[in-house]
């Protein structure tokens, strides 16, 4: 298995802008959105989720879009981040859901 290696400072803050971009945009979904918050630190799933006091189980599941998260579970990810859940609008390309017609 690989090592990975950590981003470089430069590369966080890019990261960063990236992400708060598509984030401002809403061009980001909610497994897009955990994936570039872990990637940001440089931490695998287990320590990213240790960090954040959910387990790994739940940020492997959001990231492959099967997890069905908790409000609290996303929070306490998207807090380091200044972030919290709260209602966005649909992106353009993604049909609505049934219930909101």
Not at 58 to 66: A, K, L, N, Y
Not at 84 to 94: K, L, M, T
């Amino acid at each position: 298995m690989p090592r990975r290696t950590r981003p470089s400072r430069d590369e966080q803050n890019a990261l960063r802008r990236a992400f708060y971009e598509r984030i401002g945009r809403g061009d980001m979904s909610i497994p897009e959105a955990m994936k570039a918050m872990r990637q940001m630190t440089g931490l695998t799933q287990a320590e990213f989720a240790a960090h954040r006091g959910v387990s790994r189980r739940v940020i492997q599941d959001i990231e492959r879009g099967t997890g069905n998260p908790t409000v609290d579970s996303l929070n306490s990810v998207a807090r380091l981040f200044g972030l919290q859940v709260g209602f966005v609008p649909v992106r353009r390309n993604e049909p609505a859901s049934p219930a909101s017609g």
